[in-house]
């Protein structure tokens, strides 16, 4: 089963899913609280199906390319990771309405708390954060704007703003001692993705066209079922960036930096898992709007 409902909806379609016997791809975010991701991953693990969470860039080849990047030292040493993510949301949207599980963290800021922690390899120990509204009325019930800050251990720090209220950006750098990886854009599903890659002064540029982001995910998804392999992305990495949100949201309502838990990550994506598959057009909507659109 494929759950793409709202967010508050997740866990209790994902407890009776599990229940009837049936294996589980949930839309991230995986919920709105940890609590609801330990009962998702509890029910499907008592009954014997398998859980992914629905992280589409986990087998997208920029993603996974900048990943492997990092990781065998292209860019030195890792210091820090930043990142813009932002759209103007339509009026009314589900995003907006608090009891639907909206907020901007919850709907976009997961793509740059899961981009950070791969790339980094790492987990946060401490986070920080700023929300800020202006007083739309539409987007009154969530944060219409939030700064985060996430502090990892190894002395690396990792920052980012998401926004329902401005411009269409989706785009993260990360910088080394030596390079550094600016992808622009990073997170879209509807364009191609592109970086540029710098290295002592020598840039080089990579663009990799339009490709269908959600069939590699299905692909990856059934061949964990038919072959008996946990997936990655699991319950629990999902449940990782969740609790990263809380923090966050909890951080900006405090005004004061709040201490996490360690947390012991059971898998990163890696290039094994890269899937590619020709991009399509997008398919006509029935009966439902975009959730972007300009605001009135």
Same mark, same amino acid.
């Given at each position: 089963?494929?759950? %793409?409902?709202? =967010?508050?909806?997740? +866990? #209790?379609? !994902?407890?009776?899913? *599990?229940?009837?016997?049936?294996?589980? @791809?949930?839309?991230?975010?995986?919920?709105?609280?940890?609590?609801?991701?330990?009962?998702?991953?509890?029910?499907?693990?008592?009954?014997?199906?398998?859980?992914?969470?629905?992280?589409?860039?986990?087998?997208?080849?920029?993603?996974?390319?900048?990943?492997?990047?990092?990781?065998?030292?292209?860019?030195?040493?890792?210091?820090?990771?930043?990142?813009?993510?932002?759209?103007?949301?339509?009026?009314?949207?589900?995003?907006?309405?608090?009891?639907?599980?909206?907020?901007?963290?919850?709907?976009?800021?997961?793509?740059?708390?899961? %981009?950070?922690? =791969?790339?980094?390899? +790492? #987990?946060? !120990?401490?986070?920080? *954060?700023?929300?800020?509204?202006?007083? @739309?009325?539409?987007?009154?019930?969530?944060?219409?704007?939030?700064?985060?800050?996430?502090?990892?251990?190894?002395?690396?720090?990792?920052?980012?703003?998401?926004?329902?209220?401005?411009?269409?950006?989706?785009?993260?750098?990360?910088?080394?001692?030596?390079?550094?990886?600016?992808?622009?854009?990073?997170?879209?599903?509807?364009?191609?993705?592109?970086?540029?890659?710098?290295?002592?002064?020598?840039?080089?540029?990579?663009?990799?066209?339009?490709?269908?982001?959600?069939?590699?995910?299905?692909?990856?998804?059934?061949?964990?079922?038919?072959?008996?392999?946990?997936?990655?992305?699991?319950?629990?990495?999902?449940?990782?960036?969740?609790?990263?949100?809380?923090?966050?949201?909890?951080?900006?309502?405090?005004?004061?930096?709040?201490?996490?838990?360690?947390?012991?990550?059971?898998?990163?994506?890696?290039?094994?898992?890269?899937?590619?598959?020709?991009?399509?057009?997008?398919?006509?909507?029935?009966?439902?709007?975009?959730?972007?659109?300009?605001?009135?």
């Amino acid at each position: 089963m494929y759950i %793409a409902l709202p =967010n508050s909806m997740h +866990a #209790e379609y !994902t407890v009776r899913a *599990a229940r009837a016997g049936v294996h589980v @791809l949930c839309e991230k975010p995986m919920a709105v609280t940890v609590g609801e991701c330990r009962r998702m991953i509890t029910a499907c693990r008592t009954a014997g199906v398998k859980l992914m969470i629905a992280y589409r860039l986990h087998f997208e080849t920029l993603n996974l390319g900048a990943i492997e990047l990092a990781r065998r030292g292209d860019l030195g040493d890792l210091k820090y990771f930043n990142s813009s993510f932002s759209m103007i949301v339509r009026r009314g949207d589900i995003r907006t309405k608090r009891a639907y599980g909206g907020g901007t963290l919850y709907d976009i800021g997961v793509y740059c708390i899961n %981009a950070a922690r =791969n790339l980094f390899r +790492a #987990e946060p !120990t401490h986070v920080s *954060a700023t929300s800020v509204n202006s007083g @739309l009325a539409s987007l009154s019930e969530i944060d219409e704007t939030t700064a985060a800050t996430l502090r990892f251990g190894n002395g690396q720090v990792a920052t980012f703003v998401t926004s329902f209220h401005a411009a269409d950006v989706a785009a993260y750098r990360i910088v080394g001692t030596t390079g550094d990886l600016h992808a622009d854009p990073a997170y879209e599903y509807a364009e191609g993705l592109e970086y540029t890659l710098t290295r002592e002064g020598r840039k080089t540029q990579k663009r990799f066209g339009k490709r269908d982001q959600f069939a590699p995910e299905l692909l990856y998804f059934s061949d964990c079922i038919l072959n008996n392999r946990k997936p990655e992305p699991s319950g629990e990495e999902g449940m990782q960036d969740v609790r990263i949100v809380q923090a966050l949201y909890q951080s900006a309502k405090s005004g004061k930096t709040v201490k996490l838990s360690p947390f012991a990550g059971d898998s990163h994506p890696s290039r094994r898992q890269r899937i590619t598959r020709p991009g399509i057009r997008k398919p006509q909507l029935v009966k439902v709007q975009s959730a972007s659109a300009h605001l009135r």
